[in-house]
């Protein structure tokens, strides 16, 4: 039963969660990330996604298992490898998806249609969108913007247009990325829709929404003024340096988005590891102290200054 259980939570993919943190943007970029009301719902929103991410994984595996198996990485998943019963992962999807929109439908009914609309594209991902290029690296663009809106309507706050587009692009860039490591490995032959691409048209794509990701966080550093608080280093500032407060000083935040996008191309074009980027992420150190020295940044920018 152990091993059963570990098994079922590996197939769960529980190192791919990091990418449902996107829900809690709306509250760190609008300054409410320490209202506890509205930190418990997104918490919760947080949890939901979690759940039918998981579902839609377990769906996916099932589908894709025969391609699984024919991959050097992907053939030790539970279900392509045979340590996780498609009757075992068939109940589990049912469980994860019933309980998790259950769970939105509690949240608010703006947050299940969300949620419902959320766990549709990553079902229809699975059956077909994946399938056909272009429409696999849009879905998955589209996957990461809703999770964004998720936050939005949890809190009723709105986060910039800017930064919803730099989320976007900065989506199309990983996905784009993936495909064309995907493609150098193992080509059309785990994933029929390479077929349509060529290895060109994937350094085209990457590179134009990795520019495209530097220029729209650039201008939403620019453009939007951050949360102004009324702590004890903006108090002393603005006693004895009171034209420091005018500055935009988010835009101090821009060498560290610059920095990650460059490691992240050294990454996947020196080592061609963009395959996994959830495990690029968590264990490339330089990556990692970059994402964390940009996160740190902005608590102080918005919270502190």
């Known amino acids: 039963m152990r091993e059963k259980t ?5 197939a769960l993919r529980p190192n ?27 918490f919760f929103g947080f949890i ?3 759940l039918l991410s998981s579902s839609s994984y377990l769906f996916n595996d099932m589908i894709d298992a025969p391609l699984d198996r024919l991959h050097p990485f992907k053939k ?20 994860l998806s019933f309980f998790g929109l259950i769970l939105a439908f509690i949240i608010s009914l703006g947050f299940f249609l969300i949620s419902l609309l959320f766990f549709l594209l990553h079902i229809f991902y699975s059956l077909c969108f994946k ?24 809190t009723s706050f709105h ?6 587009l730099t989320t976007l692009f900065l989506a199309l860039f990983i996905a784009s990325a993936k495909r064309h490591s995907e493609f150098l490995r193992t080509g059309e032959k785990t994933r029929p829709a390479l077929a349509r691409y060529h290895e060109k048209l994937l350094d085209f794509y990457a590179s134009t929404f990795a520019t ?9 550093t620019f453009l939007e003024e951050p949360p102004q608080f009324s702590s004890t280093l903006s108090q002393f500032l603005l006693a004895n340096f009171p034209h420091a407060l005018g500055r935009k000083w988010m835009m101090l935040t ?14 996947i074009y020196e080592r061609a590891e963009g395959e996994e980027p959830e495990k690029i992420i968590t264990k490339d150190k330089p990556l990692l102290l970059t994402i964390l020295g940009w996160g740190v940044m902005v608590v102080l920018i918005i919270y502190v200054i």
């Open 159 to 164: 986060v910039p247009i800017w930064l919803l």
């Open 212 to 220: 495209a990701t530097f220029l729209s966080y650039a201008l939403f």
């Open 48 to 50: 939901t996604f979690c």
């Open 6 to 10: 570990r098994v079922l939570i590996s």
């Open 131 to 154: 399938k056909h290029a272009l429409l696999d690296i849009l879905s998955i663009g589209a996957s990461f913007l809703l999770r964004v809106v998720a936050g939005e309507i949890l």
């Open 76 to 95: 030790e998943r539970p279900i392509a490898s045979g340590k996780l019963s498609k009757f075992l992962a068939l109940d589990a999807f049912f469980l």
């Open 16 to 42: 791919q969660w990091i990418k449902n943190l996107s829900i809690f943007a709306t509250i760190i970029f609008t300054g409410q990330l320490f209202n506890l009301s509205l930190f418990c719902r997104s």
């Open 254 to 267: 821009i060498p560290f988005v610059l920095a990650g996008i460059m490691r992240y191309g050294q990454l």
